[in-house]
């Protein structure tokens, strides 16, 4: 099949006639991409003790091709940043130590790594907390107990003045992953956990300059941007959206302006690029283009940088939304997960493994994790 770019010119590339679009070189900032399939940040539940181990090496290997793009899986920011068991952080010097041969890995292969930093918020209970204590969120208001089949704990309420100590979390996780050999970090302001509770309107009851307007609920997030920016250059600083989301009980009255709100905003900082998730779904069309209901073209338009979508993506829509310049790059999850191979797989169009989702957050450093079969050519 062929596609047809921006222009209307074909896509090819090495001498290759009919190159998918998702197989089709990119320039993100000042990385050269060879393709613009990325793995997309995937909790996997297998770093214990908050302490990656070597079977990730494995894991991330698997999936690294000579110019694509990872996005490690979740990493937390301090020791109040959990929400699930076996998360990695990157707040001590052997959490650190421990990323590094797996990062040296990857770029052995040729791919470019960020690190995922992350705080999980009020998301989270009292067992993955120091001595026990209440989750820290922007609010006091709890998630439903057993929502996601989990056992949430009822957050305490940050006041004004602990919030730069947060910040600076950031600021030195980025700094930390940076130490690590991770090329840049991607910020974690998606999927219901601390930065989106502070954004989200469903979430945020605060009565201080961290609540009530847009701007306000949004300041938490442009702090820490600022922060990362000032601490390893926006030239390695992504970060990832979810404002149409209401996972994690975390919705907004108006998702559209607040997309568009932070896309703007992101601009004043020059970060490499913006990660957004849709809902997940079939695109429909609309005015002879295929769209979701919840289109992100206002917020792809406005943004300056990378634009990379997510969100339930496989082979055909993901060279759609690159041909028709909807998105720049596509992040896979669960479809990357059970294809180690994928790249392969979507040059050749060939059939794809089916992902197990009963092991996505088993604690086995095999099963679930390293034991997807290749493609056998």
């Not at 679009?21 to 613009?36: A, C, D, V």
């Not at 990378?306 to 479809?335: C, K, Q």
Request: proline residues 6%.
């Amino acid at each position: 099949m062929l596609y047809k770019g921006k222009k209307g010119e074909v896509n090819s590339m090495a001498g290759k006639e009919a190159m998918i679009p998702l197989l089709t070189p990119y320039k993100m900032g000042k990385f050269n991409l060879s393709h613009r399939i990325v793995l997309a940040p995937l909790t996997r539940c297998r770093s214990y003790n908050n302490i990656p181990k070597s079977h990730a090496v494995l894991y991330y290997t698997q999936r690294a091709t000579h110019g694509g793009f990872l996005i490690a899986e979740a990493t937390g920011v301090s020791i109040t940043a959990q929400g699930y068991p076996d998360i990695p952080g990157i707040w001590t010097k052997e959490q650190v130590k421990a990323w590094k041969p797996i990062v040296e890995a990857v770029h052995e292969k040729g791919a470019i790594f960020f690190c995922q930093i992350c705080h999980a918020g009020r998301a989270s209970n009292y067992a993955f907390q120091p001595h026990g204590e209440a989750p820290i969120s922007c609010t006091n208001k709890g998630l439903t107990p057993g929502l996601d089949g989990q056992d949430w704990s009822p957050p305490g309420r940050l006041r004004t003045d602990e919030i730069p100590n947060i910040v600076n979390d950031f600021r030195l996780a980025a700094r930390n992953a940076i130490e690590a050999g991770f090329d840049g970090v991607e910020i974690h302001g998606a999927y219901g956990y601390l930065i989106e509770q502070f954004m989200k309107d469903q979430v945020n009851d605060r009565t201080d300059q961290y609540g009530g307007s847009l701007e306000n609920r949004c300041r938490f997030a442009l702090e820490v941007v600022e922060a990362v920016v000032n601490g390893i250059g926006a030239d390695k600083v992504g970060m990832r959206l979810s404002p149409y989301s209401k996972g994690m009980e975390a919705g907004d009255s108006n998702p559209e302006a607040l997309g568009l709100y932070m896309a703007n905003e992101l601009n004043k900082f020059g970060i490499v690029y913006v990660h957004v998730i849709q809902k997940r779904g079939k695109a429909i069309k609309i005015n002879d283009k295929y769209e979701t209901p919840y289109s992100l073209l206002p917020m792809r338009k406005a943004f300056k940088g990378a634009f990379i979508v997510a969100g339930g993506y496989d082979r055909e829509d993901g060279n759609r939304a690159i041909a028709d310049n909807y998105a720049d790059l596509v992040a896979f999850g669960r479809m990357f997960l059970a294809n180690p191979d994928l790249p392969r797989r979507f040059e050749l169009n060939a059939p794809l493994n089916k992902y197990n989702e009963s092991t996505f957050y088993l604690s086995d450093p095999v099963i679930g994790y390293t034991d997807y079969p290749f493609l056998e050519v």
